[in-house]
């Protein structure tokens, strides 16, 4: 049994990591766009905003549809289920940086390439870390989905084959396996970074 | 009678103390030309600003709130554009902001997340020095202001009045032609706002660099300001050009200063009850007189009042 939970464990975390990296990437960039190209702001955020609403299992049928049954299907349906709300969380975050220090970087010759990567990333750091943290557990939702649904290795699958086996104790170990990794990701990895950057950016309250 | 004698001293001293300012031979470091700015609610903010502002000097822009002054100096950082007349710094003109006219805001503007050295060194590597020079100078200027020991500290653990030191030291570190500050310590307590007027004054005097200062505060401009361009509201305009002559390094209590101040409060009060009558709004109520004044300047498209300036 520990074999396959292991084996399991890595199997899944392997796709989250990829599809999770392509998310992240994608949808800090797209929600930086949005923030700072106002005619993209007008055209993609109700489009962003609406398709958010939309549970990342639907967009299953779609992967199976156009990259077949593969590991890119899956990877797919987990970057589709947390790219938008790492999107918004950016746009925010960005919004919400101090238009006074905004302008003070015009002032100080703060332009270009500097400005974006010393100024803009940093300032909405904050609001990036919130996306990147509710994209994680919605990218972990959406790979548990799509690896039930569509069976091919994973902690899904082995769910699925307790039930097809009906052993029950196999299917609760799974569960308590999936809570467990979701959590200590969510607890350490999310919480450390997130507690550390609000710290800093002095956003973090007195204790 | 000793009473009525010492008016009449403090009274002629004050004559000798604050004079009109002298036009000046040579090309302006800064030299604001008939600007006029309206806004696109048809404020209008500026009418028929002529300054020249010589390499060195300290001038103070000193008015009420609503007189233009933040107006006029946000358009010399190149923040606004003015919607008439022209502005040039040594003979170019000034087309958008940069650090050859550093503006200090009202707020210190500090980069959350660096840390005090950082945030200068951030800025000195912006303008192109490289690492090692942007260090050195950083910590040269956090000499300057006092702050050796809090080098390492991040924005939200200094109090208001280190904010503005940083502020200021980042500012100097950049080496503009043209220091412009607007209001920089109106949100500082009175004691810290006396230690930041000494801090001040020394650093000026020692470096000689080219200032305009915006206050409401006629204690701070004479306290400070070589000249003080004493400016008035509604339209927004300047009523005197003064040349202050107390030595320096000058106390804020002393006698003379305390007269000055009240020499210049009575000019605001006078100019304050002829803008009681409501002036001519842009374009609409004099329009023959508006044309013939080409300072005031023609409404500007979308501009609108800047962040800080009182209205």
Same mark, same amino acid.
């Given at each position: 049994?520990?074999?396959?939970?292991?084996?399991?464990?890595?199997?899944?975390?392997?796709?989250?990591?990829?599809?999770? !990296?392509?998310?992240?990437?994608?949808?800090?960039?797209?929600?930086?766009?949005?923030?700072?190209?106002?005619?993209?702001?007008?055209?993609?955020?109700?489009?962003?905003?609406?398709?958010?609403?939309?549970?990342?299992?639907?967009?299953?049928?779609?992967?199976? !549809?156009?990259?077949?049954?593969?590991?890119?299907?899956?990877?797919?349906?987990?970057?589709?289920?947390?790219?938008?709300?790492?999107?918004?969380?950016? /746009?925010?975050?960005?919004?919400?940086?101090?238009?006074?220090?905004?302008?003070?970087?015009?002032?100080?010759?703060?332009?270009?390439?500097? #400005?974006?990567?010393?100024?803009?990333?940093?300032?909405?750091?904050?609001?990036?870390?919130?996306?990147?943290?509710?994209?994680?557990? #919605?990218?972990?939702?959406?790979?548990?989905?799509? /690896?039930?649904? #569509?069976?091919?290795?994973?902690?899904?699958?082995?769910?699925?084959?307790?039930?097809?086996?009906?052993?029950?104790?196999?299917?609760?170990?799974?569960?308590?396996?999936?809570?467990?990794?979701?959590?200590?990701?969510?607890?350490?990895?999310?919480?450390? #970074?997130?507690?550390?950057?609000?710290?800093?950016?002095?956003?973090?309250?007195?204790? | 009678?000793?009473?009525?004698?010492?008016?009449?001293?403090?009274?002629?001293?004050?004559?000798?103390?604050?004079?009109?300012?002298?036009?000046?031979?040579?090309?302006?470091?800064?030299?604001?030309?008939?600007? $006029?700015?309206?806004?696109? *609610?048809?404020?209008?903010?500026?009418? *028929? %600003?002529?300054?020249?502002?010589?390499?060195?000097?300290? %001038?103070?822009?000193?008015?009420?709130?609503?007189?233009?002054?933040?107006?006029?100096?946000? @358009?010399?950082?190149?923040?606004?554009?003015?919607? $008439?007349?022209?502005?040039?710094?040594? &003979?170019?003109?000034?087309? $958008?902001?940069?650090?050859?006219?550093?503006?200090?805001?009202?707020?210190? @503007?500090?980069?959350?997340?660096?840390?005090?050295?950082? *945030?200068?060194?951030? %800025?000195? +590597?912006?303008?192109?020095?490289?690492?090692?020079?942007?260090?050195?100078?950083?910590?040269?200027?956090?000499?300057?202001?006092?702050?050796?020991?809090?080098? *390492?500290? =991040?924005?939200?653990?200094?109090?208001? $009045?280190?904010?503005?030191?940083?502020?200021?030291?980042?500012? =100097?570190?950049?080496?503009?032609?043209?220091?412009?500050?607007?209001?920089?310590? &109106?949100?500082?307590?009175?004691?810290?706002?006396?230690?930041?007027?000494?801090? =001040?004054?020394?650093?000026?005097?020692?470096?000689?660099?080219?200032?305009?200062?915006?206050?409401?505060?006629?204690?701070?401009?004479?306290?400070?300001?070589?000249?003080?361009?004493?400016?008035?509201? +509604?339209? &927004?305009?300047?009523?005197?050009?003064?040349?202050?002559?107390?030595?320096?390094?000058?106390?804020?209590?002393?006698?003379?200063?305390?007269?000055?101040?009240?020499?210049?409060?009575?000019?605001?009060?006078?100019?304050?009850?002829?803008?009681?009558?409501?002036?001519?709004?842009?374009?609409?109520?004099?329009?023959?007189?508006?044309?013939?004044?080409?300072?005031?300047?023609?409404?500007?498209? +979308?501009?609108?009042?800047?962040?800080?300036? &009182?209205?």
């Amino acid at each position: 049994m520990d074999g396959r939970l292991s084996a399991a464990v890595l199997r899944s975390l392997s796709r989250l990591a990829q599809g999770y !990296l392509i998310s992240a990437t994608l949808g800090i960039a797209l929600g930086m766009a949005i923030a700072r190209i106002g005619w993209l702001r007008s055209t993609l955020r109700p489009l962003v905003l609406g398709l958010q609403a939309l549970p990342s299992i639907c967009w299953l049928p779609l992967a199976l !549809l156009w990259f077949g049954l593969s590991e890119k299907a899956i990877i797919f349906v987990v970057v589709m289920g947390s790219l938008l709300s790492i999107a918004i969380s950016t /746009e925010d975050g960005v919004a919400s940086i101090d238009p006074l220090l905004l302008r003070a970087s015009g002032v100080l010759g703060v332009r270009g390439l500097r #400005f974006y990567v010393g100024v803009l990333v940093p300032g909405a750091l904050p609001g990036i870390v919130t996306g990147l943290k509710l994209g994680w557990s #919605f990218a972990w939702r959406a790979l548990m989905a799509g /690896e039930l649904l #569509f069976v091919a290795g994973g902690l899904g699958q082995l769910l699925q084959q307790g039930r097809e086996l009906l052993d029950v104790a196999q299917v609760m170990a799974v569960m308590i396996a999936i809570v467990a990794v979701g959590s200590v990701v969510d607890q350490v990895l999310f919480r450390l #970074f997130e507690v550390r950057v609000r710290r800093r950016w002095g956003l973090a309250e007195a204790v | 009678m000793s009473a009525v004698l010492k008016r009449l001293r403090q009274r002629y001293w004050s004559r000798k103390l604050l004079v009109p300012s002298r036009a000046r031979t040579g090309l302006a470091k800064l030299a604001v030309r008939r600007v $006029g700015h309206t806004f696109s *609610n048809e404020v209008v903010a500026l009418r *028929n %600003v002529d300054i020249d502002v010589h390499s060195g000097e300290f %001038v103070c822009l000193l008015g009420p709130s609503g007189c233009g002054k933040s107006t006029l100096l946000y @358009a010399l950082a190149g923040l606004v554009k003015p919607s $008439g007349g022209h502005i040039s710094l040594d &003979g170019r003109d000034v087309k $958008g902001p940069g650090p050859d006219r550093m503006l200090v805001f009202q707020a210190p @503007a500090l980069f959350p997340w660096l840390t005090v050295r950082q *945030n200068i060194v951030f %800025v000195l +590597r912006a303008k192109g020095l490289r690492r090692p020079e942007a260090l050195q100078r950083a910590r040269a200027f956090i000499r300057r202001v006092h702050l050796e020991p809090f080098e *390492n500290a =991040l924005p939200h653990q200094l109090s208001g $009045g280190m904010s503005m030191r940083v502020a200021l030291a980042r500012a =100097l570190a950049m080496d503009p032609a043209v220091l412009l500050m607007d209001e920089p310590f &109106g949100a500082l307590d009175a004691q810290t706002r006396s230690h930041m007027h000494e801090l =001040l004054q020394s650093i000026w005097m020692r470096e000689r660099k080219t200032v305009v200062f915006v206050t409401h505060d006629i204690r701070e401009a004479l306290v400070l300001g070589d000249r003080v361009v004493v400016m008035a509201g +509604r339209p &927004g305009r300047v009523l005197e050009d003064l040349e202050v002559r107390l030595p320096r390094p000058r106390d804020p209590d002393a006698e003379e200063l305390v007269e000055l101040s009240r020499r210049i409060r009575m000019l605001l009060a006078r100019a304050e009850r002829v803008s009681e009558t409501p002036p001519p709004i842009a374009a609409r109520k004099e329009p023959e007189h508006e044309q013939a004044d080409p300072g005031a300047g023609r409404v500007s498209g +979308r501009t609108v009042p800047p962040l800080g300036a &009182g209205l």
